[in-house]
């Protein structure tokens, strides 16, 4: 099945400071990568999502760049403001995994005012 | 718009007690899942309904039954509850089984003692 491994566990960032997050995936087959944010006390949600028929998404402060030769994506946020702090799910789907989506660890972000 | 709706919120059980988690979601999706949440693992399927009527294993199964009721509902049994057992637990719903955003629920926490 697939693996997804997610770097940092934690990332602590100053107010405006970019931040990056990295994952990589285990199946060659898998085509979708959705990242997921998760305030205390909530349900992750869903904050940008990427399909290997491109190469780069962006939302505002927000941008996902995926590479599949080498099997990784990462996360973007730049400028970032106190209410980025949460925690940051990265997952892949597809191929073998299709309609299961395989989470990474996590990364807890805080932004300091 | 309620979304997904998960009961209970919070629930302590005894080793070898028995409970069933509840999960609705209003948005006629097809797709239902459950996943649970530990520390540092990210979040890991433990059953998926594809649609109406079907369900199969996640990532990890045992330990736990699903019932499908109807379109809206995807409940998790626990039938003799473990110290392991203890997470949080997720329901997610997506309109069809792959490479579409999931909608989660904001967790039950469970602790088994």
């Known amino acids: 099945g697939e693996n997804v491994e997610q770097h940092p566990s934690t990332l602590s960032v100053q107010e405006g400071d970019s931040a990056v997050i990295k994952c990589t995936y285990s199946?060659?087959?898998?085509?979708?990568f959705p990242w997921y944010k998760q305030e205390l006390g909530k349900g992750p949600q869903l904050i940008i999502d990427i399909r290997s028929n491109v190469g780069e998404k962006k939302d505002q402060r927000i941008a996902v760049t995926l590479n599949k030769t080498a099997k990784h994506f990462s996360l973007h946020i730049t400028e970032t403001q106190p209410e980025d702090s949460a925690v940051y799910f990265c997952a892949a789907e597809g191929g073998t995994s299709y309609g299961k989506l395989t989470f990474g660890q996590g990364t807890i972000l805080t932004v300091h005012p | 718009n309620a979304g997904v709706t998960q009961t209970p919120k919070f629930q302590v059980l005894k080793t070898g007690q028995s409970m069933t988690l509840q999960c609705a979601q209003d948005?006629?999706?097809?797709?239902m899942y459950w996943y649970r949440q530990d520390p540092g693992m990210g979040l890991r399927l433990i059953y998926y309904s594809a649609s109406e009527g079907t369900t199969d294993k996640g990532e990890v199964p045992n330990g736990y039954n699903v019932s499908r009721l109807n379109k809206r509902e995807f409940s998790l049994r626990l039938e003799s509850a473990a110290p392991s057992q203890t997470s949080v637990y997720f329901c997610?719903?997506?309109?069809?089984?792959?490479?579409?955003?999931?909608?989660f629920g904001q967790g039950t926490r469970l602790t088994v003692v």
């Open positions: 199946d060659s087959a898998s085509n979708y």
């Open positions: 997610a719903s997506s309109v069809t089984g792959g490479n579409t955003e999931a909608f």
């Open positions: 948005m006629n999706h097809n797709s």
